[in-house]
Each structure stands twice: as structure tokens, then as C-alpha cells.
């Protein structure tokens, strides 16, 4: 099942005191304290970052494009799956200017493992956008850190003008292409 995280929000902020005072909501609350940063509405991190070609991706280079950012790894059945849909959403809008940036955090030992692991992935799905591992550069910028991603995948999708619009954890939903087709008039 998948739940746009604002309904997390949205329910929490709809609990009586009563139960937001509890050990377990006090839990929750943390939880929420990490989603509201990325909920709709709200500005995108500022990141840079090389991408697996060696070309500078950054939010300032991304400005005036719908893009989607993709929180995947390898590893994770349920991302990989959701490949084939991201395909179709590439293939439909990327001549009117979407893109794609899939920021994996892979589980290798090392960053050569993890390279090696992400571009397999890559290669094999077949998955032809934007593509940066987390774990190079890390040590400047974390991104799924920043983001307060804490479950894969997870995919946020960021307006023209910087600001997000919807953000998805799991993989399972139309949110995402039902914001695509107001935008695209589709």
C-alpha cells in the first residue's frame, strides 16, 4: 500500500493531544519532524553533484525543468520494479523538458562495490536518465540524508520553479503522474 507521506502529516496533525503525548507519539512525531521539510509546497534542497558520467548535476541546473528525483539502490526489490513505470513517464515527457535524477545509496563495502553494483542496475533496467550514487561526494553532501529518506524507493517531484509537489514512498501510485499530466496538459 501507498500513502503520499502528506497524509502522514495530515493524520498527525488531526490526532488528539492525548495520544501525541504518549511515548509512541512522541516517536511519531519524530517522524513526522523529518517529512515536513519535503512536503508540497515546500522549496528543494540546494545539492550538486557529479553524475555517472562525470557531469555536474545540480538543483541550479535543473531550474525551469519538471524533474523527479528517484531515492533507489540496487539492492531494493520494489525500485527496481518500479523501472519499466518510469520508463513510460521518460518516454512521454522528456521532449517537453522532464527529467529523471535517480540518487541511489547502494550497500557495497566499498565505493568500487557500490559503483560496480549501481551501474549493473543501471545497464541491466535499462534506465537511461540522470543517474548519481549518494555515497560519491558523501562526505560533502549526503542527499537521501538530507531528504530525510528513510524508505526506498522514494520519489519526490519538483516543479519548474523549484518547489516540490509530491512526495511518494513506495512505488505504487498515480500521484506522481497524475501531477505530470496537469503539468503537461495530458
Known amino acids: 500500500m501507498c500513502i503520499r507521506d502528506s497524509h502522514y502529516v495530515e493524520a498527525w496533525k488531526n490526532l488528539a493531544p492525548t495520544y501525541k503525548n504518549t511515548i509512541l507519539g512522541q516517536g ?12 508540497a509546497g515546500t522549496p528543494v534542497f540546494a545539492f550538486e553533484r557529479l553524475d555517472k558520467d562525470g557531469k555536474k548535476v545540480s538543483t541550479e541546473q535543473l531550474k525551469g525543468k519538471t524533474y523527479l528525483l528517484d ?13 519499466p513505470h518510469l520508463k513510460e513517464l521518460y518516454k512521454k515527457y ?3 523538458g522532464f527529467e529523471i535524477v535517480a540518487i541511489a545509496q547502494e550497500r557495497g563495502k566499498t565505493l568500487d ?34 531528504f530525510h ?34 503539468i503537461y496538459g495530458l
Not at 531515492?71 to 523501472?83: E, L, V
Open 94 to 96: 522528456s521532449s517537453k
Open 149 to 182: 529518506i528513510s524508505a526506498f524507493p522514494t520519489k519526490i517531484l519538483i516543479d519548474s520553479n523549484g518547489k516540490i509537489l509530491v512526495r511518494v514512498t513506495s512505488s505504487a501510485t498515480d500521484d506522481i503522474d497524475k501531477a505530470l499530466e496537469r
Open 28 to 39: 511519531i512525531q519524530k517522524s513526522v519532524d523529518k517529512l515536513t521539510p519535503t512536503l
Open 71 to 83: 531515492f533507489w539502490g540496487s539492492w531494493c526489490g520494489p525500485c527496481r520494479a518500479s523501472h
Open 113 to 146: 562495490e557500490s559503483k560496480a553494483s549501481w551501474l549493473k542496475a543501471i545497464k541491466d533496467d535499462q534506465i537511461n536518465w540522470v543517474h548519481i550514487l549518494n555515497q560519491d561526494g558523501i562526505e560533502k553532501q549526503n542527499i537521501v540524508k538530507m
